[in-house]
Structures are given as structure tokens and as C-alpha cells.
């Protein structure tokens, strides 16, 4: 992820927590490029790929904040705004008939169209890694894409053989599932720790520990192939 992505990544932000963070927390976090890795997930001609841009130059240490609390999961997505009204489509008024209308043509098979359809970052710490945000833009959800960054993220700490943990709200069973699979346990609840942010105010802390070991890396390496990414 880099400056650049941040209007997109703030548009599926908005649509996927209550109380997004505001850009001063994502900037922050992109300036700490040793503890940090923030992946974009895009959509390539419909296909999802993760990337991760090259990291900012670093910003003043007074920029440098402590790791945000982590994004919870909920299950509900803001319902998103009205279009503004130059975007509804109006039905247009019929041309004069010495009006040549021009058929766009189609676009060839070889120009790349890309969305970004997801992000997801990880904060690494004093030998831990923890998973500070993953979500992806509701219209493309189920395909694969939040697998695909937790994926990323989870190789990642596995090449600094770090153990991984994350707090995730207590109602947000998809978020859980998906964490279920990477093989991320539940080992504790903190009462509260969500309040205020409009979701549900309890979050299972969850953990995996060993992620360096052989079995993991099969684990990963079983995932990848189901994820046709391998
Ligand atoms: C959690 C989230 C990132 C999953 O993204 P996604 O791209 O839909 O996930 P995937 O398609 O990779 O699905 C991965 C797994 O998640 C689980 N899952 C996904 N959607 C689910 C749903 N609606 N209900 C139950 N489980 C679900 C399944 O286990 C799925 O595995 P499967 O494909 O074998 O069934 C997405 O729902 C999201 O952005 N939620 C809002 C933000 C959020 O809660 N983030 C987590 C913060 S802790």
C-alpha cells in the first residue's frame, strides 16, 4: 500500500467499519517501514492479486504513533451513501437525427483493468506480529480476496518467525472462520475493547504460534493451492 491508494483504501474502509481510521493513522502507519507491511489487494481483469507498493520515505518521529488499535470486524457494512446527483443516470434526451452517435469500441483483451478490492496490514513488534486491519470492499467479497491478503500477511511473519495474534469482535463470525483456517486459535476475550466504536464491544483475542514449523508452511502451502494462487 502506498499514499497513493489511500482515497480507495478509505472508501472500503468507510463501507466496512463504523468508525474508519482517519488518513493521519494510515499515513502514520505507512511511514514505519520496518514494523509494518500494509498490502493492497487488487482485482486484475476480475482476478484477485495482493501487492504491496514501495514504503514512503520515513516521516518525523513525532508522526511515528504506537500501533492503532486494531480494525474489529462486524458483520454490518454502512449503508453507503446516496450518489451525488450529477452521478444519477438520467434517461438522456433523444439526438437530433444528424446527430452521429459514436459506439465506443470495445476494449481489447489486453489492456488490464484494475480495482483495488481489499487491504490488510500487519504491525511487527518486539518479535510478535499482529495483524492490525484486513478487510475488502463488500461487492467482492466470498471470492477469495481476504484469504489471499491474510495469506500475504502470514508469510510474511512467518519469514521474521514471529508468532501472530489479532483481535477480532466476538459477533464477526466470517472474520473468524477466515482466521480459523489460517490456523489462528482463540485464546482470550477483552471485555470492552471495542466500545466506542460502534461494533459489537467484545473481541476474542486469537493467536498462532509455531507459524515457522514445517506443518504451518503445509498448512499455507494447502491454502494457496485451494486459493489457486500457489
Ligand atoms: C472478513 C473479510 C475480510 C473476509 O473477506 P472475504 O474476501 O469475503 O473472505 P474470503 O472470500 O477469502 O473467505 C475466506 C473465508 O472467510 C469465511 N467467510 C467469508 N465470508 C463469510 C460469511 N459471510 N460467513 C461466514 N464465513 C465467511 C469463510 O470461512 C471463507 O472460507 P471459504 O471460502 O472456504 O468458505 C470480509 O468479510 C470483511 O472485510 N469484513 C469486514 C471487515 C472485517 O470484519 N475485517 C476483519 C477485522 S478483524
Known sequence: MRAMHLDRVMCIDARCYPIPWARDVYESEL????????????????????????????????NQTKTPKPQPAH?????????PAHNQTKTPKPRPAH????????????ILTMTIAGYGGVAFEEGKAHITTVAVDPDHRGRGI?????????????????????????????????????????????????TGTGLSPDAILMRADEIHQPDYANRLIKIAVELDCA
Open 146 to 194: 481476504g484469504a489471499q491478503l491474510l495469506l500475504a500477511l502470514m508469510l510474511a511473519a512467518r519469514r521474521r518467525r514471529t508468532s501472530l495474534t489479532l483481535e477480532v469482535a466476538s459477533d464477526n463470525s466470517a472474520a473468524q472462520a477466515l482466521y480459523r483456517r489460517f490456523g489462528l486459535a482463540p485464546v482470550g476475550i477483552r471485555r470492552d475493547y471495542y
Open 99 to 110: 446527430t452521429l452517435t459514436m459506439t465506443p469500441k470495445p476494449r481489447p483483451a489486453h
Open 75 to 83: 458483520n454490518q457494512t454502512k449503508t453507503p451513501k446516496p450518489q
Open 31 to 62: 511511514s514505519l517501514n520496518d514494523e509494518r507491511l500494509y498490502l493492497i489487494a487488487r482485482i486484475v481483469n476480475n482476478r484477485a492479486t495482493t501487492r504491496h507498493g514501495r514504503t514512503p520515505k520515513p516521516q518525523p518521529a513525532h
